[in-house]
């Protein structure tokens, strides 16, 4: 069963969200809270699986609760779900650590999936999100940065980009899960990214995955 944890400033969001994934059998709803500080202190007493979380709301923004969620409980896979996808809310929350990064324009079903992928490590970022921060990369950068991974490396990251787990690309390409994580954080240092979500924009983006 997965834990979930709601936190949005507006209640009918919130009562939305959870009167759906309660109808799941695979998903459960353990707390609400209505702003960052309450939704940070929720993740802490109640250790969900996953924290659906809003950006902008009182006393504490979703871009803060975000980090110290991540900061405490690394494990805690957050999950953004906003109406907001400008440069000043985006790049800071994936940075803290978020994910998944979804609009609310998204279906139910959707979020019930992004929520199943997020603790078998399959991220979600919204398309636009996606052309935002590739957009970025490609600004900054002349040469692409994987023609400076091995042949393994490459392959790696191909599979992240196709949303597959450790274990998942460790029976792939029959190898170990330390050694996939090897590669993984060596990827992640020669491409200056922070995360798998921006590992599997980055192949999306750049053409590695079709």
């Known amino acids: 069963m997965i834990q979930v944890l709601l936190v949005d400033d507006h209640e009918m969001v919130r009562m939305g969200l959870s009167a759906y994934l309660s109808t799941l ?3 459960k709803v353990i707390g609400q809270a209505s702003n960052g500080r309450e939704g940070v202190n929720a993740a802490l007493e109640l250790q969900p699986d996953v924290v659906l979380m809003d950006l902008v709301m009182d006393e504490m923004d979703g871009i803060a609760a975000t980090a110290e969620i ?3 409980r690394p494990s805690c896979k957050v999950i953004v779900l906003t109406s907001f996808i400008d440069d000043e809310k985006v790049y800071p929350v994936i940075e803290a650590g978020a994910f998944s990064y979804l609009l609310k324009t998204s279906s139910a079903i959707e979020i019930a999936e992004a929520i199943r992928g997020a603790v078998e490590g399959k991220s979600v970022v919204e398309a636009q999100v996606t052309n935002k921060m590739m957009n970025r990369m490609r600004g900054n950068k002349e040469k692409p940065l994987h023609d400076s991974l091995t ?8 599979l992240v980009g196709e949303g597959k787990s450790n274990q998942e690309i460790a029976e792939t390409l029959f190898i170990g899960i330390k050694t996939v994580k090897t590669h993984v954080s060596h990827i992640l240092q020669k491409l200056e990214l922070e995360d798998r979500t921006q590992m599997a924009v980055y192949a999306h983006r750049s053409g590695l995955v079709k």
Do not use: Q, S
């Open 151 to 158: 042949p393994r490396e490459r392959e790696v990251l191909e």
């Open 70 to 72: 991540i900061k405490e």
């Open 25 to 27: 059998p695979d998903i």
